[in-house]
């Protein structure tokens, strides 16, 4: 079975529009890092209230650890039937009901524990989260402590949505003690450390062809992905316009 993990900081409402965009038989844990207000209000059954401050403050500080954590420690761990998690933000939109096959044939074919967007080493690159993780103490002492591989200065990086990890992966990386670090770097490289193996979800397949970084994209840019044949887009903030593409 396939968990995803929906990222999300809105209010009841536009949970409940995020919400419709996936088929009833999809398994969706909400991951609310927005005030408890709007949590509370949230209907969904299977939801999360994340306490993590970095999720409400500057993009370049904000962590998924504590959100990765929680969701094995109150869901994930006590469900031996999920095997595979898909992280996926507010803004990355589900576009086909099939989603599921797909993500799983990708990882499947691929044979990686991690598979995500321009998932990459960076720590050879100028990438400006590489860069400032190269003087972190406490980053390097925790690969230090952790790592299988022979080479602990090794950094990875991917696009933060759109993750897909298998469980064994993510109950070895919910299990050891955190320090602070950048999602998008943080995550890859701890699990690269701890002996499984990354890939690019775009060296085997187009899935993630309109999954990029900003700019936004608008609801014509949704119509041609769907209309193309294409499971997702990102990103896209405007999921109150998302029942328009609804037959």
Known sequence: MILTLLVTHLDAGGVAASLRQFPPDARVLVCHGGSREDFDAVAH??????ED???RGPLAQQQYTGLLVQAW???IEKDEGIDLVFLAEYDHIVLRNDFEIALRQVIDHAGADLLGKNCSRRDDTNWPHSLRARGDARLHALVDAVSTRQDPTELYGCLGTGMLIRRKALEAFATIDHVPGYLELYVP???HHLGF?????DRFSDLYAYVNAPPEKDLAALRAARSEGHFFCHPFKRVDQLDELRP
């Open 45 to 50: 059954p299977e939801k999360i209230f994340v």
């Open 53 to 55: 401050p970095s999720l």
């Open 73 to 75: 420690n109150s869901v």
């Open 189 to 191: 490289t701890l699990i």
């Open 197 to 201: 193996r990354l890939d690019d979800v």
